[in-house]
Nanobody
Framework: QVQLVESGGGLVQPGGSLRLSCAAS????????MGWYRQAPGKQRELVAA???????DYADSVKGRFTITRDNAKNTVYLQMNSLKPEDTAVYYCQAHISWTGGGSAIYSYWGQGTQVTVSS
């Protein structure tokens, strides 16, 4: 099977920075698109940023110019560098990856991490 494990969340003051990491492990054949989502209390989960296998990126308008998504294919890891954080960035952040694995044939499955809390507050 496959697991995604996130790290790097926490409490930060407005204007501060955090770096989230999400490492995929297990019987992985290939990792395709990877992304970060977030869900604030009482709101729907929303896409924050995504990155393709060719490192093409896409961002929500609310984070453009402040957040950067990158990936290290050798480590099966995706990162989210968050700068100039605002209170409205407070949410649980989830990583997602589209992965094929040894027991899945040619199918590509969507996997989610367990979530990491990011709180921006003074």
């Amino acid at each position: 099977q496959v697991q995604l494990v996130e790290s790097g969340g926490g409490l930060v003051q407005p204007g501060g920075s955090l770096r989230l990491s999400c490492a995929a492990s297990g019987s992985i054949v290939s990792i395709y698109e990877m992304g970060w989502y977030r869900q604030a209390p009482g709101k729907q989960r929303e896409l924050v940023a995504a990155i393709s296998t060719g490192a093409n990126t896409d961002y929500a308008d609310s984070v453009k110019g402040r957040f950067t998504i990158t990936r290290d294919n050798a480590k099966n890891t995706v990162y989210l560098q968050m700068n100039s954080l605002k209170p409205e960035d407070t949410a649980v952040y989830y990583c997602q990856a589209h992965i094929s694995w040894t027991g899945g044939g040619s199918a590509i499955y969507s996997y989610w991490g367990q979530g990491t809390q990011v709180t921006v507050s003074s």
